[in-house]
C-alpha cells in the first residue's frame, strides 16, 4: 500500500471509531513507518509501506493508547525523545518551563543542574544540548523511565542520570540551578483524565491529596543541596500558583507565570543568602 492510500485508510478508520485528530494521528503514523517526517509527507505519497504494520498501529490507537506511545519517541524542545509506557509523555507546555530555564542557565558561568523526577529526562537533556556550561543530574526513581532515560542520555556527555528517589537523601555536588515538572495531580482527580492520560504512570501523575506533595520536598529536602541564589524552576498545574508559592517557605523572589493559554504553569524562585 502506497503512503497516500495508508494515510486516507487510516483517518477513515481513525474517524469512523470515534478517535480524535484523525488526520494528524494518522499522518504520525504514515510517516513513522515510511521513516520520513510528517513535513516530508507530500514528497513521499507513493512510497510503499506494509500494511500489516500499519494496521497494527492503528488498533492500538482505537484501543486507546496514547499515539506517542505507539510511535515510540516523541519531539520535544528540538530533540526527540524516545518514550513509552512506564513513563510520562513529553508535553508541549513544559517547553516553556524549560526554554525559560534555559535562557537563565545561559548567564551563567560553568554550573551544576539538577532535574528532579526526569523521566524522559526531556528537560534535562534538553538543557544540556543548549548549555554546555551546564552539568546536569538528572534524578529519577522509576526503573521503567530509567530505561527510557538512559536512552535519551546517550551521548549527551554533560548529562548524568541518577537512580534514586528525591523523597530520599541523595548525595549530589550543590547545584546553581534547580528544575522540575512533579507529579502534581490529585489523586482523587486522577479517576477522572482521559483514557490516553490513564496509560501513564499513576507515579508520574499522582501528587497526593492535594497534589502538593513533591513541591513540599523540593522545599523541605532540597533547599540546602542548592547554593546561595540559587534559581528554581517548576512546572505546576493549573490553578496552583498561590498554594506552590506559600509551600516555597525556604526561598524567595517566588513569581507566578502563565502559559501561552493563561494558565499557571511555572513557579520560580530563588535561594538567599541567609538560608
Known amino acids: 500500500m502506497t503512503v497516500k492510500d495508508a494515510y486516507n485508510y487510516g483517518v477513515y478508520f481513525l474517524s469512523c471509531n470515534g478517535v480524535d485528530e484523525a488526520e494528524f494521528k494518522s499522518l504520525c503514523l504514515v510517516c513513522s513507518l515510511a521513516g520520513i517526517k510528517n513535513s516530508q509527507y507530500q514528497q513521499h505519497l507513493d512510497d510503499e509501506i506494509i500494511m500489516k504494520r500499519f494496521a497494527d498501529l492503528l488498533w492500538r490507537v482505537k484501543s486507546g493508547e496514547p499515539l506517542q506511545y505507539v510511535l515510540g519517541k516523541w519531539d520535544f524542545y528540538e530533540s526527540e525523545f ?142 540546602n543541596k542548592v547554593k546561595p541564589n540559587a534559581k528554581l524552576f517548576l512546572e505546576i498545574g493549573n490553578e496552583q500558583g498561590s498554594a506552590v508559592s506559600e509551600i516555597l517557605t525556604d526561598f524567595t523572589d517566588i513569581k507566578v507565570h502563565k502559559d501561552i493559554y493563561g494558565n499557571d504553569r511555572i513557579v520560580t524562585c530563588m535561594k538567599g543568602n541567609c538560608l
Open 82 to 223: 524516545y518514550c513509552g509506557k512506564g513513563v510520562l509523555i513529553p508535553r508541549p507546555e513544559t517547553e516553556e518551563l524549560c526554554d525559560m530555564a534555559i535562557k537563565y542557565i545561559k548567564t551563567l558561568p560553568d554550573c551544576v543542574v539538577y532535574d528532579l523526577c526526569a523521566g524522559t529526562g526531556c528537560i534535562g537533556i534538553s538543557i544540556a544540548k543548549k548549555c554546555k556550561n551546564a552539568t546536569v543530574y538528572l534524578v529519577e526513581k522509576s526503573s521503567d523511565a530509567m530505561a527510557y532515560l538512559l536512552k535519551n542520555a546517550q551521548g549527551v556527555e554533560n548529562a548524568k542520570v541518577i537512580c534514586a528517589d528525591i523523597c530520599n537523601n541523595v548525595e549530589l555536588e550543590k547545584a546553581d540551578v534547580l528544575v522540575s515538572n512533579p507529579p502534581y495531580i490529585k489523586t482523587d482527580d486522577i479517576k477522572t483524565l482521559q483514557n490516553e492520560v490513564l496509560y501513564e504512570p499513576v507515579t508520574a501523575l499522582d501528587g497526593g491529596a492535594d497534589g502538593l506533595d513533591f513541591y513540599r520536598v523540593i522545599n523541605d529536602n532540597w533547599h
